[in-house]
């Protein structure tokens, strides 16, 4: 099987490095009972980023390695010690590509040396417990995780950027001609579809250099993506002008340079409306080519008058011979600077940055009702769930606090939300669902802010919430009472009573559960 040397379409799967976690610890010194919180911060993951380089001219070091990731941020550590952030991915692509997602949408266009795309950002660094520590919280005994990096599966499109792009049937020439005018040596042979690559060639005719490109032979069809057309075609795209090189020495039945041509920008109008390009606007030049071959020479004087009829540049050229090539590289220079004079100044470098896609949520969450359970969607409620270290109670519990403060308990109990319900956390919107999310029971209840924690690593809401509902207590408390006088009753006429049985009050009383006390109920319902 050959090897490929030039790849012009990959699929790349990118991460971003994950965030270092933060670490929780207390400063501990002689003489110092009351050191403090000192856990430091993790580091902030590596970005992968996409860099135009002016030596890059495919994408076949991606066709060998098509999963990249950066690396993770260390994490945090003692005494006030922030982890290192991991190192950027720096990705080297060619001028011309173009980044397109999972669905097909344009992310981005490449285009301009130094132009930078960040396609997959790093995740960042958790939040150490020195950090976490506030007037109300003084020694947190928790610290938030690393965030992971972001994982993206894109295709990278390949589309030659060049001043002119030499098309035309395959053997009319191309690649001998972009040999002659430049430095360019591509593979020339007398068989159809020599060239299966495109062919980049610089020209100087005059003060003005541009740069040429031998795109591989059309056919009809071609906008169908006939012989690869759509492939071809791609590489016409960016193309200021199009030299239509035209064999005149043919021997095909059924073939003549005009009907070469008609069939050739046929099929550019068709692959123009199928890709939504407008080629009509090019300018277009015609290169009757071989004209060193006797029959040629005459074909070509034949057609010349039609062809300027139509309004067409027609230069009659050999590139065996090399005549007529200092008119036709002049004429292609006149274009390309009047092009140019045309354009706006654009900066040498430009860093293009990906917005994240909308999600359509005007506040900062959003809360939909699916199949009896409350999912609340947004960026930020997911970024605080992937945060949290739920083996640490006192985590959970500044998890709901700052859930609270953003209005989310509020709001649910606006739409109905009852204790008990299943409350998901976890997307940041629909696409998501479904993915790292985690399910809590709804408890309005609960009291809210930091003073009411516990031991360091400890939250008293976490074990209140798992206890019986005080109505439920209520009634056990009243069962048992009536229990115990009804024993008394029986021991007094010598009888022993049956044990008392919580499951003929609550049936899902479980075995082992905690009997529940006078002092476990709230004041108002003693």
Known sequence: MAIPTFVDQVTLHVSGGNGG???????????KPLGGPDG?????????????????????????????????GAPGAGSNRS?????????????????RGENGEVLADLVGVGTELVIAAGGRGGLGNAALASSKRK????????EPGEELTVTLELKVVADIGLIGFPSAGKSSLIASLSRARPKI?????????????????GDTTFTVADVPGLIEGASEGRGLGHDFLRHVERCAALVHVIDCATVEPGRDPLSDLDVIENELARYGEYA????????????LNKTDVPDAAQIAEFVIAELRERGLQVFEVSAASHAGLRELSFAMAEIVAARRAAEPHREATRIVLRPPAPSGVGREFEVRQIEGRWHVLGEKPARWVRQTDFSNDEAVGFLADRLNRLGVEDHLLKLGAKAGDDIVIGASNEADMGRNEVVFDFDPTMTAGAEVLGRRGEDLRIDQSTRRTNVERRQLLAARRAWELEAVALRAEGLEPEP??????LPDWEIGEEYPGDDELDEDDQ
């Open 21 to 31: 976690h933060g670490v929780a610890s207390v400063h501990r010194e002689k003489f």
């Open 40 to 72: 430091g911060n993790g580091g902030h993951g590596g970005d992968v980023i996409l860099v135009v380089a002016a030596d890059v001219t495919t994408l076949i070091d991606f066709h060998h390695e098509p999963h990249r990731k950066a690396t993770s």
């Open 83 to 99: 982890g290192s952030n991991g190192e950027d991915l720096v990705l080297r692509v060619p001028d011309g590509t173009v980044v």
């Open 139 to 146: 020694a947190p005994g928790f610290a938030l995780k690393g």
């Open 189 to 205: 042979a007398d068989y159809p579809f020599t060239t299966l690559v495109p062919n980049l060639g610089v020209v100087t005719a």
């Open 276 to 287: 939504d390009v407008d080629f009509s606007d090019r300018p277009r030049l015609v290169a």
């Open 500 to 505: 008392f049985d919580p499951r003929t009050v």
